[in-house]
């Protein structure tokens, strides 16, 4: 049974709703297909070909009033009692019309020609809206392939009866008509049981289900460019189609002249090219599709088709070159392509898409065919046109449908990508319009918004219109540094009003630029140091910091000794546990000068707390490069880690070279050396990708996941840095396929999920980590939200989710990475068999230089888990050994 659902390429559960939507599928082709010979049979014999416009004018002029009554019978009684009502409905009108050929009532040949056209549209719609139902995503890239044969089997079996039969004297083309009554009801049994077992296909009992409306799907189809470009590209495979159709009827009946001989030729025809059809979708049709997606299918049926208008162009009016043309498009319309176009529609939710297709399926491709009617007309009766008109009509229309598709598959790929990251991160936006730049209004809202953008953009539009008195004094003790640092520039403010801000406001900047406009106010006349030296004598210990700040702080060159000399005498005059220490600390960062740095090298290694912790978040603002060695190591000691990590990221790439030389040095510290990716991580410079991207291939797993997590925050906050892709897809296939190897060792060691060992254990959490580490590492080469977003999906455990991540990377990934990647999100039963024995693998696990998992391979075997494997002693022995001496 295995072997069957592997060459089907069925999971297990799968079996009786993908055979009951097969049977289902088949019933109605292989009616539908002895309808359309009966119909071809009786109209070809008394009507030219080129009369068919005229019926599809007539289809296109009725299908809106059928369908908005097959629509509103849906929403009144639910989809089971419809689909069944309509089988039977079906089965009455033909034997009103089986009456009517009998009594050779002329009209009987139009309406049956405009009903079968009904028919086929309604019964093959049910059946893929059901399919569409019960099948997620991925299930229905792998399966309605499959599932699609059915329709091509229903074919063949319909042309051969049709062929048969229509050859018999006692059944002939008119009885056939009533064949199609035994498998109507047929098909109407398995509907029931199909949809049965499905339940949730159905609306709840009770609830009426929601009717479609089409205004409101006509303006879902308006407002989506991935909807109009589906509409488009189904109405231009329908216009082709008609097209192909009139030219084989013509073709047709110019070979043959009897009824009979029409309707049987037609349901041969049918019936060879649908039984190779059958076996080219069995053997293959579902791979084609899942290994080149839709991108590339969608192409296949326009390109066979030119080929085959090229042949009839050659050869008009040959029996066998109209084959060829029709013979291609049959071939591959209720196979690959049929599957292929279901597929354009998974992305959508579920409501759209119920809305959508019921407009496209059953009006909008019937509107198509009017079009296409009109365009044959045209051709034929206004140019008189015959078959190489109509060929090189087909030609044209086939070059803008390959333009078409090739727009739908990028826009498909973004529609996935946008139902994968629902929600958009956006920037702010500070300022959406303003009435009147310079209105008092306008920008009084400014300056009381919360934002603090937003205030700073209000208080330069009140300077630039000349009213500084517009700014509230309050913003001088907002609670944003940006703006009470703005407001201390822009407010009058007395000295005393200063002096306070320097005593009470929180931030050094703040304080010292308040000592700045004091001193500017002050009657001392000369340079700025000398207007500052008052306030470095004041007994606020505050007041000294900030005028110092400020000194230091200056365009003027501080006479050499100056700075010193100040910091000593406040030095001096503190006591060892003062806090004043702290504020010390706190102001050297604002002071960056060399003769500031011996006194920040010591508060360093201040023995309080706190006070180390100021001077080491201090230094990054100070930014000398004297103090980087002395910060460095504090990267190993977890208390100041956090600290030393924040304070080196403010160096930027000055200090790269140094970082880099310690990462990069085997005998380095590991804890510094698993720090430095934390650091590098904030420093978007192309030389710290550089570095990171060396990194991966690191002996320590820990180095090699930072160093993959910090490259995907570069690729986030810089995405013109550039990440060789040439090394990271080396490093996802490495790691990829070391993932998918300890998932197969799970699946071959341990069949029922139910055991407790630590081998079990240590598996499930290496392949976890490491299909994180890949994804993340995909974040490198695909767009980085789609990457990420696909991790925060996986992780979620949405089924219906997880397929479309799926899909979106079969469609993103190049060819040489889906075959790692989609495994370990996917993993059906051909990834999980591995090739290596168990013997094997417990041999490789006892061998490897983890040692976590030698032990842990160890301690399951000598608990005797697999009494079939043997010859593992001296390894095990070897393991041991190594556990006694800490190795």
């Known amino acids: 049974m295995d072997r069957v659902r592997s060459f089907l390429n069925l999971q297990r559960g799968e079996e009786r709703s993908v055979f ?7 019933l109605i082709m ?7 010979a009966v119909r071809d049979g009786l109209f070809l014999q008394k009507f030219s070909a080129y009369m068919l416009p005229w019926v599809y004018l007539g289809i296109a002029a009725i299908i809106g009033f059928v369908v908005s009554i097959y629509v509103k019978l849906s929403a009144r009684i639910g989809q089971t009692a419809v689909i069944v009502g309509s089988l039977l409905f079906f089965i009455g009108n033909l034997l009103l019309l089986w009456w009517g050929v009998r009594k050779q009532w002329t009209p009987t040949t139009w309406i049956f020609y405009v009903w079968t056209s009904m028919f086929g549209i309604i019964v093959v719609t049910q059946v893929w809206t059901v399919a569409n139902q019960v099948l997620d995503l991925r299930q229905a890239k792998r399966l309605f392939p499959l599932i699609s044969s059915g329709a091509i089997l229903g074919s063949a079996l319909g042309g051969f009866t049709a062929a048969r039969l229509a050859k018999v004297k006692s059944v002939g083309t008119d009885n056939l008509m009533l064949v199609l009554i035994p498998l109507l009801l047929l098909a109407g049994i398995v509907a029931q049981m199909l949809l049965a077992r499905h339940s949730h296909s159905r609306a709840p009992q009770g609830k009426r289900q929601k009717q479609i409306d089409f205004k409101t799907a006509l303006k879902t189809i308006k407002d989506s460019p991935y909807l109009k470009l589906i509409v488009v590209l189904l109405a231009l495979s329908n216009i082709v189609t008609l097209v192909v159709g009139i030219q084989f009827a013509d073709v047709v009946k110019h070979a043959f002249s009897a009824k009979n001989q029409i309707t049987s030729f037609m349901g041969s ?5 649908s039984l190779f059809s059958f076996l080219l979708q069995v053997l293959a049709g579902s791979r084609l599709v899942e290994k080149f997606g839709v991108r590339w299918i969608i192409l296949v049926l326009p390109l066979a088709l030119t080929g085959g208008t090229l042949v009839l162009l050659a050869f008009p009016l040959a029996l066998w070159a109209g084959m060829v043309l029709k013979g291609s498009d049959h071939t591959l319309r209720y196979s690959i392509d049929r599957a292929t176009t279901e ?6 939710p579920q409501s759209t898409k119920a809305e959508v297709k019921a407009v496209t399926d059953m009006v909008g491709q019937r509107l198509a065919d009017g079009v296409g009617a009109l365009i044959v007309l045209f051709v034929t009766l206004v140019l008189k046109g015959g078959q190489v008109s109509l ?4 030609l044209i229309l086939l070059a803008t449908w390959l333009g078409i598709a090739f727009r739908t598959r990028r826009e498909y790929v973004r529609v996935l990508w946008g139902v994968l990251l629902e929600g958009r991160d956006l920037g702010k936006e500070v300022i959406g319009s303003i009435v009147d730049r310079n209105s008092l209004p306008s920008i009084k809202t400014l300056l009381a918004a919360k934002d603090e953008d937003v205030v700073l953009r209000g208080m330069e539009l009140a300077v630039g219109a000349g009213h500084r008195e517009w700014i509230p004094r309050e913003l001088i003790s907002d609670s944003s ?15 005393r009003e200063l002096l306070e801000r320097v005593q009470n406001d929180s931030n050094p900047l703040v304080r010292a630029s308040a000592i700045v406009r004091a001193a500017q106010q002050t009657s001392v006349v000369g340079r700025r140091e000398a207007a500052l030296t008052q306030y470095l004598q004041s007994t606020d210990l505050r007041v000294r910091l900030s005028a110092l700040t400020a000194l230091a702080r200056q365009r003027e060159p501080v006479t050499p000794g100056t700075l010193k000399k100040a910091l000593d005498q406040i030095v001096a005059e503190l006591q060892p546990d003062s806090g004043g220490w702290k504020d010390v600390a706190e102001a050297l960062g604002e002071v960056s000068h060399p003769e500031a740095a011996e006194l920040h090298l010591r508060l ?3 023995p309080n707390p706190k006070v180390k912790k100021q001077a080491i978040l201090s230094a990054g603002q100070a930014g000398r490069r004297e103090l980087v060695p002395f910060l460095i190591p504090l990267l190993s000691d977890a208390e100041w880690a956090p600290d030393a990590r924040l304070t080196l990221r403010e160096y930027g790439y000055r200090i790269l070279g140094s970082l880099a030389d310690r990462l990069r040095d085997p005998t380095e510290d590991i804890e510094i050396r698993r720090n430095i990716p934390l650091v590098l991580a904030y420093i978007p410079d192309q030389p710290a990708v550089d570095i990171l991207l060396d990194a991966m291939g690191d002996y320590d797993g820990v180095v090699r996941y930072r160093s993959i997590r910090a490259l995907g925050k570069l690729r986030l906050v810089d995405p013109s840095l550039h990440f060789d892709p040439e090394r990271v897809v080396t490093c996802v296939r490495d790691d990829g396929k070391k993932t998918l190897g300890f998932r197969q060792a799970q699946a071959s060691l341990y069949p029922q999920d139910g055991s407790k060992d630590l081998l079990l254990q240590l598996l499930k959490d290496k392949f976890e980590r490491g299909k994180d580490r890949v994804f993340r590492l995909l974040a490198l080469l695909l767009p980085p939200r789609a990457a990420m977003g696909s991790i925060l999906v996986i992780r979620a455990g949405d089924r219906l989710a997880t397929a479309k ?8 990934l190049p060819g040489k990475l889906k075959d790692v990647v989609l495994p370990l999100i996917e993993p059906s039963a051909r990834w999980l068999k591995s090739d290596r024995t168990r013997q094997q693998i417990l041999a490789a696990f006892l061998s490897d230089p983890d040692p976590i998992l030698r032990e842990c391979a160890a301690d399951a075997l000598r608990k005797k888990r697999w009494p079939e494997v043997t010859g593992l002693e001296p390894l095990l022995a070897r393991v041991e050994e190594g556990i006694r001496h800490g190795r």
Do not use: G, W
Request: with cysteine; hydrophobic share 55%.
């Open 20 to 26: 009951l939507l097969f049977s289902y599928l088949t």
């Open 30 to 36: 292989t009616a539908y297909i002895i309808t359309k």
């Open 269 to 273: 025809f049918t019936a060879y090219f």
């Open 343 to 348: 597929l354009l529609y998974l992305p959508l």
């Open 391 to 394: 060929c090189i009509l087909d």
């Open 481 to 495: 540094t940006r703006v009470r640092l703005k407001a201390m520039e822009i407010v009058p403010l007395s000295e």
């Open 604 to 606: 360093l290694q201040h």
């Open 805 to 812: 991540v799926i899909e979106l990377l079969d469609n993103l």
